[in-house]
């Protein structure tokens, strides 16, 4: 039975990349941008959470998704506000770094180890 739920997230991940990439070339970024942050993956991931380890551990994965919203936002902010100025790829992978750091900021100084 576990193997079943690393082939659904497999193949939901893999059909989500590819309506974003379709509808994001065909000029449609609003609607790349919500199929995007559809919560499918999310959704999965709290039902398998739930089935395995109960509503506790999904309250604590929840709480962990908001907090690491914070590095997130910096990333695509990066990608907006620095692709005009320096290009895509160098924003991106500035956006990228700037995650990182944040994220490992919030983890270390949050008492959890990595």
């Keep these: ?5 690393y082939l659904l997230y497999f193949l939901v991940g893999g059909i989500v990349i ?3 990439t379709y509808f994001a070339t065909q000029a449609k970024g609003l609607l ?3 199929i995007a942050n559809l919560p499918t993956i999310t959704l999965i991931t709290f039902l398998t959470i739930y089935f395995s380890s109960g509503s506790t551990m999904v309250l604590s ?12 936002l910096s990333y695509i902010l990066s990608v907006i506000f620095l692709t005009p100025r320096l290009g895509f790829l160098p924003s991106l992978t500035l956006g990228f770094l700037l995650y ?9 100084k949050g008492g959890l180890r990595i």
């Design 100 to 108: 990182l750091l944040i994220a490992y900021l919030i983890l270390t």
């Design 32 to 34: 790349a941008a919500f």
């Design 61 to 72: 994965y929840a709480k962990g998704l908001i907090i690491m919203l914070l590095p997130w």
């Design 1 to 5: 039975m576990g193997w079943i739920i």
């Design 18 to 20: 590819a309506l974003v």
